[in-house]
């Protein structure tokens, strides 16, 4: 399930008024927004792309109150929010006609590092009810809880000391902490301080919470600090410095347990990073999702696929394709998508196990689709010394038959499991199809003992090169020359087993269920 967003007061409760304050929200504050895109002047001008264009907060950056205008009246849509630095009058009236919300930035704050703190509000700060996106990956629910246990403010930053998330601020928030919220650096005699009196030093030997006294000089306010450990990956080495938790300490007294809190919330934090660290972002769920592999039912109703595509900024009713990759041991992704956005820059790849799925929104030729999976193949045999297979689905009529072709891409890659040599190492969906169709087939039959002849079972029990003298036979369509050549035996040989097969099984070969019926026994036993 997706998540459907966050509501918009919640995002401006996240970013807090550090950062931004809301001028007017004529829809209110309740409406979901769930991507956001940055826009100038040239994008003004010249359009932006399907998915961008499609946003629900805009990013109005270096933008001025005229092209805002104008921007604002050529929508087609209503974005829920647009975020401005010093927003015109004019520019709040027209927005709010057009019921678009007007959210005012702090001047001093960096666009880029509002975007990405916005972006990881909605990849972690999202939809309670999805398991990927609750409070095991919260980092800015983790800050504001520990911030009310040990009243205190809290920022949690990284091993550069890049904020990554921070409890609410009140006017007692001092330079220090502003600045780092706005990624801006910290005034320049705060950092010497800090450096000189070894605090960081403090931070990466251990879990013990550092003391920062107070510089009434520096505007400096007491802090405590504690370092988060992220674990090394390798039992024999010690935890790796991940980044730092900031107690900021206002006119009250911080909790009597403030240190405990704070070694506590260290651990939650050393967790939930080493869990962002490995999940995967909210592009690679989407494509997941649209290739059948998100653990649920695979998303194919036209409504639910455009908005994918949208998120994603791909075509969905163009012509697609899907490329499997597979092979004895790991498929090097990397490797693969750096190939694959060479060959189309839309091309969409995410791995699954030890395979690796390419989705092509928009494609052409089923041949030119051939012949460059072929060429991926040979250069990782050549390259890196891999022997890969390749499966093709080609061409689908959209993005809603993504998902069951990626499930016939499987159904190749199973079979050849079973039968190495009867699919070729780049094959497509509709050149295997008969040998998976059959070889299913069988293994049904093979699952269900009742289903073989009893007659089958017979014959191989008295007479093992009967039956095998049989079942070529019976794949040369009863050709005794050919079956004679296949067995390199002469043709009365080939004669005079057949008499004594019919004789065994008591009955002619002459009736054709009776051949489909052994033929399929015979397979099947053979499992």
């Not at 932006?48 to 604002?72: N, S, Y």
């Not at 849509?77 to 702090?106: L, M, N, Y």
């Not at 919330?265 to 660290?277: Q, T």
């Not at 159904?411 to 190495?420: I, K, L, M, Q």
Request: glycine share 8%; net charge negative.
């Amino acid at each position: 399930m997706r998540s459907a967003g966050i509501g918009l007061g919640q995002l401006l409760l996240a970013l807090d008024a550090t950062l931004v304050s809301l001028v007017e929200a004529p829809r209110g504050l309740d409406l979901p927004v769930a991507s956001a895109a940055l826009i100038d002047s040239d994008d003004v001008r010249l359009g932006l792309p399907a998915g961008a264009g499609a946003a629900d907060a805009f990013f109005l950056l270096g933008v001025t109150d005229d092209e805002a205008l104008r921007w604002i009246e050529h929508q087609t849509g209503t974005p829920v929010a647009i975020f401005v630095k010093h927003p015109a009058e004019t520019v709040v009236a027209r927005a709010v006609a057009a019921g678009i919300a007007v959210v005012s930035v702090d001047p001093r704050a960096r666009w880029e590092r509002i975007y990405q703190l916005v972006n990881h509000v909605f990849e972690h700060h999202g939809d309670r009810t999805d398991p990927h996106t609750g409070s095991g990956t919260d980092l800015f629910g983790l800050a504001q809880s520990i911030a009310e246990r040990s009243r205190g403010m809290i920022s949690i930053e990284d091993a550069d000391s890049h904020v990554l998330a921070y409890s609410a601020s009140n006017a007692e928030a001092d330079e220090l902490r502003r600045s780092s919220i706005l990624g801006r650096a910290g005034p320049p005699e705060h950092l010497k301080w800090i450096g000189q009196w070894g605090i960081f030093d403090a931070l990466r030997a251990g879990p013990e919470v550092v003391r920062v006294a107070e510089r009434p000089e520096l505007g400096l306010r007491p802090r405590l600090a504690v370092g988060i450990h992220l674990p090394s990956g390798d039992a024999r080495r010690p935890p790796v410095f991940g980044g730092t938790i900031w107690l900021q300490q206002g006119s009250s007294p911080l909790a009597d347990d403030a240190d405990e809190v704070l070694r506590g919330g260290a651990v939650l934090a050393a967790r939930i990073m080493s869990r962002l660290a490995t999940a995967p972002s909210t592009h690679t769920v989407r494509v997941r999702e649209l290739l059948g592999l998100a653990g649920e039912q695979a998303v194919s109703q036209s409504a639910e696929v455009a908005e994918i595509a949208r998120e994603l900024g791909i075509a969905a009713d163009e012509k697609a394709a899907v490329i499997g990759f597979a092979g004895d041991t790991s498929v090097p992704g990397e490797v693969i998508a750096l190939s694959a956005s060479a060959f189309r820059a839309d091309a969409q790849v995410v791995s699954a196990g030890q395979r690796v799925y390419v989705l092509l929104p928009k494609t052409g030729a089923a041949a030119t689709v051939t012949s460059w999976a072929r060429g991926v193949v040979a250069a990782l045999r050549r390259e890196l010394g891999l022997t890969l297979r390749a499966v093709i689905a080609a061409p689908l009529a959209g993005l809603p038959a993504v998902a069951a072709a990626r499930a016939d891409v499987d159904r190749v890659f199973d079979s050849a499991t079973r039968h190495p040599g009867a699919i070729g190492q780049v094959s497509s969906v509709a050149e295997a199809r008969t040998t998976v169709l059959l070889d299913e087939i069988v293994s049904q039959v093979a699952g269900q003992p009742r289903l073989i002849d009893p007659r089958v079972h017979k014959l191989r029990d008295a007479d093992p090169m009967l039956a095998e003298t049989l079942r070529i036979y019976l794949d040369s369509f009863g050709d005794v020359a050919a079956a004679a050549a296949a067995l390199h035996v002469h043709p009365n040989t080939i004669r005079y087993r057949v008499r004594r097969i019919e004789k065994l099984l008591g009955s002619t070969l002459g009736d054709a269920d009776d051949r489909l019926v052994l033929a399929l026994g015979l397979r099947a036993s053979e499992r």
